[in-house]
């Protein structure tokens, strides 16, 4: 396979990662909101949170730039499951937890006020972010023999339900660490990062794909299925990964869940279906990098098309540069006899 890594990791830097200017102004965001929702709570005489927490894409570091300036962030709220207190001292319904935070997070500011949906609360800005706030109960319980105190956490989905995002970040960078040579820090970088981010890259490179394509969460989680470390090679490595989910669709297309007993897509998806029928029609646009006479006009081309993009055709050919850079290197200076002689 011609070597494309240099401009795969470059379409990755320029096009894909999302930089720091703009992770902070999306966290700026959340936190803003955190103290929105606190303040509604307090002036609400609502319970007040344990806690706040970001999750998803954002706390995994595999949140992708979007030209259409479409991003969200996940950012939920904890609170003691003996504070939610409802009607005659009865157990607030998941619904009511939704609503409450819903009428604490309202702000006259808004041009889109905060809306109600099926597993969180989404506040709206103008920019195009949303901040979604899924809202959970800390459920603690003591063990009669031991003594020993542990936590489960539950959403207020459509009911409650055992659920713990933070243990999906764990998961995340738990795995990079293990299968990933170049993670450094906290388990949030190195190819197998790299890699999820390319494969959303592409997920997300038609438009009209929209909302018919498998979530962000199933396709990280097939890529950690299916990675295999390929050193240097950015290239390689996403496409032999997007083969083997390819391949792995075709006999299974469920995904299941990393840390619950349940599925993030159940068997007979049509979003995973829709992934595999587009890797099946977008892969091959690649085969012409496994000809030896490959040129790096047609590599780039070639990357063009996969990804939907004008980015790689742009990208100077290396062997041109180096003849170049070759061709105006100053003469050697050959010295003799005390002499000098370009």
């Not at 806690?51 to 969200?72: C, E, K, L, V, W």
């Not at 006479?293 to 993009?309: I, V, Y």
Request: net charge neutral; proline share 4%; glycine share 6%.
């Amino acid at each position: 396979m011609k070597d494309c890594n240099e401009q795969v990791r470059g379409y990755h830097q320029a096009e894909v990662k999302m930089n720091d200017f703009g992770r902070e102004d999306i966290f700026k965001k959340a936190k803003a909101n955190r103290t929105r929702l606190r303040n509604g709570l307090a002036r609400d005489d609502r319970p007040t949170p344990v806690g706040s927490r970001t999750q998803g894409s954002y706390a995994m570091r595999t949140m992708i730039h979007d030209p259409a300036g479409d991003y969200d962030i996940d950012d939920g709220v904890y609170f003691k499951k003996e504070d939610l207190v409802g009607e005659r001292d009865g157990e607030m319904s998941a619904l009511a937890v939704r609503q409450m935070v819903c009428a604490a997070l309202q702000d006259d500011r808004f041009t889109e006020v905060p809306e109600v949906l099926k597993n969180c609360v989404r506040v709206y800005y103008q920019q195009g972010y949303h901040v979604d706030v899924p809202a959970y109960r800390r459920v603690r319980t003591t063990d009669p023999l031991t003594g020993i105190t542990s936590d489960k956490y539950e959403l207020a989905g459509a009911y409650w339900k055992a659920s713990d995002a933070l243990s999906v970040t764990k998961w995340f960078r738990d795995q990079n660490k293990a299968l990933c040579s170049d993670a450094t820090g906290n388990g949030n970088n190195g190819q197998f990062v790299r890699v999820v981010r390319l494969v959303k890259a592409f997920a997300r490179s038609r438009p009209h794909w929209n909302g018919k394509m498998a979530s962000g969460f199933a396709l990280t989680k097939l890529v950690a299925e299916h990675y295999r470390e390929d050193t240097g090679r950015d290239d390689q490595a996403l496409r032999e990964v997007l083969r083997a989910i390819r391949d792995r669709l075709e006999y299974n297309d469920g995904v299941r869940h990393p840390t619950l007993d349940e599925n993030i897509a159940d068997p007979g998806s049509a979003r995973t279906a829709f992934l595999r029928s587009k890797l099946v029609d977008k892969l091959p646009c690649l085969d012409v990098l496994d000809d030896p006479d490959c040129t790096h006009d047609q590599a780039m081309r070639a990357w063009d098309k996969f990804f939907k993009s004008e980015w790689f055709r742009i990208q100077p050919d290396p062997a041109d540069e180096e003849d170049l850079e070759n061709k105006t290197k100053a003469p050697a200076v050959i010295k003799s006899g005390g002499q000098g002689y370009a």
